[in-house]
Nanobody, 124 residues
């Protein structure tokens, strides 16, 4: 059973950057998509980005594409989310999650393994 755990949240001024990490364990040889979602004052659960563990194919929400970068670190066994040019609207609790890989991008409901979340606050 795959497990995920987030780290790296914090407070930053608008225009700044933060890097979140998701430690992935228990994956064995099964292929997963590892995703990042966030909970904000206006969205209970909002897709941010996801990456296929094997192919490194990445998906991004329209609002973060070009500002955020999701990547896999083979040494640390993490999936990292580099968040640049942050806006106050990016504030929220960020969750790492996993879903069995499909041929195409997983729908949001497919993600069934969740971390505890890490808070991100972007001040104006």
């Amino acid at each position: 059973q795959v497990q995920v755990a987030e780290s790296g949240g914090g407070t930053v001024q608008a225009g700044g950057a933060l890097r979140l990490s998701c430690t992935v364990s228990g994956r064995a040889s099964i292929d997963y998509d590892i995703g990042w979602f966030r909970r904000t004052p206006v969205a209970a659960r909002e897709f941010v980005a996801a990456i296929n563990w094997s192919t490194r194919l990445a998906y991004y929400a329209d609002g973060v594409r070009g500002r955020f970068l999701i990547s896999r670190d083979d040494v640390k066994n993490t999936v990292d989310l580099q968040m640049n040019r942050l806006y106050p609207d990016d504030s929220g609790v960020y969750y790492c999650t996993a879903a069995l890989a499909q041929d195409d991008r997983n729908p949001d409901w497919a993600y069934g393994t969740w971390g505890q979340g890490t808070p991100v606050t972007v001040s104006s």
